[in-house]
């Protein structure tokens, strides 16, 4: 069970997430979390330093695969899930941080940080493709290409979905193009 003070953190990251993705990075205040969140500038201030903080944890708070991966899930199973996820977010437009991100990753020069949670992600994707190879569910393909090519259409289309309508279809699309890279379409 979480303690007061995480679920206090949650309520700020769960707001802060939905004015960065309605308003982008640079207009969002502290003054605007503590409206929407009902806390006092000070109650704000014990959990987070600034907006930039509240953000570069939300950003870096992405799915992991190592306890899955630990409690040797199927490696399918474990991709099924993350694309219904990917899915989800592409669909959910109003949830969108693109234009965030990219307002994040130009303000106050926070490029290096983006560089590391790219890093960060590649590795995550790379670990659950050497998973999938070792169990024989996954198609022998080069890792980090492959996990390159699953990131950056994810995001093209995350930011598309900003300014056109990506249906069910494109969603779709997505991620039988990964099954298919993957598994075979299996």
């Given at each position: 069970m979480a303690g007061?003070?995480?679920?206090?953190?949650?309520?700020?990251?769960?707001?802060?997430?939905?004015?960065?993705?309605?308003?982008?990075?640079?207009?969002?205040?502290?003054?605007?979390?503590?409206?929407?969140?009902?806390?006092?500038?000070?109650?704000?201030?014990?959990?987070?330093?600034?907006?930039?903080?509240?953000?570069?944890?939300?950003?870096?708070?992405?799915?992991?695969?190592?306890?899955?991966?630990?409690?040797k899930e199927s490696a399918v199973k474990i991709l099924k899930d993350t694309l219904a996820y990917v899915e989800d977010a592409i669909l959910e437009k109003e949830r969108s941080l693109s234009l965030?991100?990219?307002?994040?990753?130009?303000?106050?020069?926070?490029?290096?940080?983006?560089?590391?949670?790219?890093?960060?992600?590649k590795k995550r994707w790379m670990t659950l493709i050497r998973y999938g190879i070792r169990t024989g569910e996954f198609n022998k393909v080069k890792p980090e290409a492959a996990a390159e090519m699953i990131l950056y259409y994810y995001q093209g289309l995350r930011m598309w979905s900003r300014v056109v309508d990506i249906g069910k279809k494109a969603a779709g699309n997505y991620s039988r193009n990964v099954m298919e890279l993957l598994t075979g379409g299996r």
């Open positions: 007061k003070g995480e679920e206090t953190r949650n309520r700020i990251l769960n707001v802060a997430t939905e004015l960065f993705a309605a308003k982008g990075f640079k207009d969002v205040t502290m003054s605007d979390i503590c409206e929407r969140t009902g806390l006092s500038r000070g109650g704000l201030y014990r959990h987070y330093s600034s907006t930039s903080e509240i953000f570069s944890e939300i950003i870096s708070d992405e799915y992991s695969f190592d306890e899955r991966i630990k409690n965030a991100i990219y307002e994040y990753a130009n303000v106050d020069d926070h490029r290096d940080e983006f560089l590391m949670l790219e890093a960060k992600a």
